[in-house]
C-alpha cells in the first residue's frame, strides 16, 4: 500500500490523522518538524508516495519543506499535500503558486482528505505506468552520441486514424538530435493511448516522466477538440517538451505555455513553434 509521510507539530493531529490513514490501508510515517522528515527522507531512506505537511512550523516552515522536496530530482515527483489553519485567499495562491497538488484546511473533513490524497496517488500512479509503458516500447531506442548545444525539443504529435501517432511539428530543426525524435513522440503517444485509453484523452492533462531509455526528461501535455472528421468525433494531440532535466517547478510554469500552445492549435491558428521554443527555453 501507498506510504504517506505527515509532518505537523501538532501531536493530536499527528496521532488522528494517523488513525485515519491507517483505517484506509495506508502505510503511515510521521514528523514533529521539517528536520526529522527529513532525515526519515536522506537518513532511513524512507521515500513516501505522498506527502501531508503543516505550513506554521518551528524553525522550517511547510513553504520551505516544499521547496526543498522539490529540489531533490529524487524527491521532486512527490504528491505534495498542505493541511493548514492558514485559510485565506492570499495563503491559498501563494501555497498554489510554488506548484503545491492540493490546499486543505482545517478544520478538515475526512472524505475530502482521503479524496485528495487518492486522486493525487492515482496521478502519480498513471504518470509511473506511462513512464514505464514509454521505457517497453523503447526497445531499441535510437541514441546518437553526438548532444544539441540547445538540448531542448518542442514537438506536436496528432493522432491519425488510419497512421496513428503522427509527428506535425517540431524545434529545432537544424540540429542533429541525441535520439530519433519521430520513434520518441510516436512511442510516448502510444504509451498515453495505452494507459489513459482514447476515450480518456478529451481533456487538457499533462505529465511530468522521466525518459531512462534516452537519458532525457519528458513533460507530456495532451488534449483535444471537436473534430466531426475523426471517427471519434475529437481530434487528439500531443505537444511534448524534452530536455535533459525538467524540475518540478519547471513543468509548472512549461505547462502555462503550453496551454498557449494547446490554444493556438484549437483557434486553428499558425503555430509558430520556435516562439514557443524559445519561451520553454527561458524557464529552463
Known sequence: MALI?????NPDILKN???TLEMQNYDVLTAENVQQA???MEEK?????????DILMPETNGYEFFEKISANPKWSTIPFLFLTAKSSAEDIRYGKSLGVDDYITK????????????GKLLRKQMATSVQKKFEELMDTPSIGEEKSVKDLTLLTVFWDDD???KLRDYFPREERAPFDIKEVAAK???GIVLIYGQKNIQSAEGILI???RIGKWGYIYFDAYPDETTRSGQKKYMIGVIASKITYFESLRIKDILREVSAEIKSQKSLNVKTHWESIRKVL
Open 5 to 9: 509521510l505527515i509532518v505537523d507539530d
Open 188 to 190: 510516448l503517444f502510444n
Open 107 to 118: 478544520p478538515f473533513n475526512n472524505k475530502d482528505l482521503l479524496s485528495a490524497i487518492k
Open 45 to 53: 531512506n524512507q521515500i513516501p508516495d505522498l506527502i501531508i505537511s
Open 163 to 165: 497512421l496513428g501517432p
Open 38 to 40: 527529513l532525515g526519515l
Open 17 to 19: 490523522l494517523s488513525f
Open 210 to 212: 522521466k525518459l531512462e
